[in-house]
């Protein structure tokens, strides 16, 4: 089975960096990805790591390492409509499944 | 591109009634569509993976017969509440994954109110 875990709120100001973590136990692993989902709203995807290392997107940042079972999702310059859930999903071998976390609420304040 | 839309984005209904959503992939080919549920505060939860041509994969917990599934055609995916209860009021979310990829990709969602 899968068993991801993600801090459930975080805050932090605007034009700061966040750092949010996901840790995930798995019988097998072929994929971590990152979403954000406003509220009330589908999710949108941000990342996708396969590989150890660091995949950088603008802002955004997602890092894996596959040896922790250790992933994070990094993001700067920080604006409000950055508030939102932020949903790491991993994907076991052999299927097109995901498991998702139960999501990281972010509020960014003033 | 990978647009997926979702109809009708709301609907309310009494219950015992059956409501159909529909799920489109509107700019690429999707040989596997997926549809979750989520409840307030709660994370994504798979119910079903369909593929094209073929019958939906429930997961465990999911009546099929309460939630059939039909993926016609490679761009189509629909999903009907069959005699919808109260309990059955969620967040409706269908997502789409093209041929050879990685990335799913999700419709906008559909919010049910079971009266």
């Known amino acids: 089975g899968q068993n991801i875990d993600q801090p459930t709120e975080m805050t932090a100001t605007e034009g700061a960096i966040v750092q949010i973590n996901c840790t995930y136990q798995?019988?097998?692993?072929?994929?971590l990805f990152w979403y954000q989902q406003h509220a009330g709203e589908a999710p949108t995807f941000l990342s996708y790591?396969?590989?150890?290392g660091l995949e950088e997107k603008g802002r955004f940042s997602s890092f894996l390492s596959r040896s922790k079972g250790y992933s994070y999702l990094l993001l700067k310059e920080l604006q409000m409509k950055d508030s939102a859930s932020y949903l790491c999903a991993v994907r076991p071998p052999g299927y097109s499944t995901l498991t998702f976390g139960k999501g990281t609420m972010l509020l960014v304040s003033p | 591109g990978a647009v997926v839309s979702q109809h009708p984005s709301r609907v309310i209904c009494k219950s015992g009634t059956s409501v159909k959503i529909e799920c489109r992939s509107l700019?690429?080919?999707?040989?596997?569509m997926f549809w979750y549920r989520q409840f307030p505060k709660q994370s994504l939860m798979l119910m079903a993976t369909s593929n094209e041509g073929s019958k939906a994969t429930y997961e465990q917990g999911v009546e099929k017969d309460k939630f059939l599934i039909n993926h016609a055609s490679l761009t189509l995916s629909t999903l009907t509440v069959t005699s919808a209860h109260p309990e059955d009021s969620s967040f409706y979310i269908c997502s789409a994954k093209g041929v050879g990829g990685e990335t799913q990709y999700f419709g906008p969602g559909t919010r049910l109110l079971v009266l």
């Open positions: 790591n396969v590989l150890d």
């Open positions: 700019d690429f080919q999707a040989t596997t």
């Open positions: 798995t019988s097998g692993f072929n994929g």
